[in-house]
């Protein structure tokens, strides 16, 4: 919970009692529930890179230098990433890796809009493409180890479908329920 209170700062979240779901509400006015979605997993995406940074930095992980390239091993911390949604959109969309990771390659979003699907543009085009890029370079920049100077290794970043439907309606109320006391 700290880590997301200082990516997310003034931002109402809480965190479940099972430690490992975190609710953010944030407010934006009629957007699809497929650019939700896609804009979930990309800030679980950044609060994973984040929490991976902090965890590091509070246990003196850096990036190992020329010098110290031979106790690569000992100085980087491993991690794997879960993200559970319920979005079947989603979850097609980002079942190929290979696909991710060239969406992640270009540098610029004009290049990504440029080059991005050959294959099926009329798939790639429907799918928010403004949210969709940081989401690829993200997960790129996760799996290529591009960690500003912090000592870990993603090992695998995967998508998987939540299988607890009540679970999630419990917590889209608690969700809707933040929200609302930010109206307030």
Not at 13 to 27: E, H, I, S
Not at 34 to 55: G, M, N, T, V
Not at 170 to 182: G, I, N, P
Request: proline share 3%.
């Amino acid at each position: 919970k700290k880590v997301a209170n200082s990516l997310w700062k003034g931002q109402k979240l809480q965190l479940l009692r099972d430690g490992k779901t975190l609710l953010l509400g944030y407010n934006y006015i009629r957007p699809s529930q497929k650019r939700c979605s896609l804009y979930c997993i990309r800030e679980a995406l950044r609060l994973a890179r984040h929490f991976c940074q902090e965890d590091c930095r509070a246990h003196d992980l850096l990036a190992p230098t020329a010098e110290s390239q031979a106790n690569v091993t000992s100085q980087v911390a491993k991690y794997n990433i879960t993200i559970v949604t319920d979005s079947n959109f989603c979850l097609d969309l980002l079942e190929n890796s290979t696909q991710l990771l060239e969406w992640g390659q270009w540098e610029s979003k004009d290049e990504f809009l440029l080059h991005g699907s050959v294959d099926q543009p009329e798939r790639f085009y429907s799918t928010n493409p403004d949210v969709l890029y940081p989401l690829a370079r993200l997960y790129r920049r996760l799996l290529h180890q591009e960690t500003d100077g912090v000592g870990f290794q993603v090992e695998t970043i995967s998508f998987k479908k939540s299988t607890s439907n009540h679970v999630l309606r419990d917590a889209a109320q608690l969700a809707a329920k933040l929200m609302y006391d930010t109206v307030k």
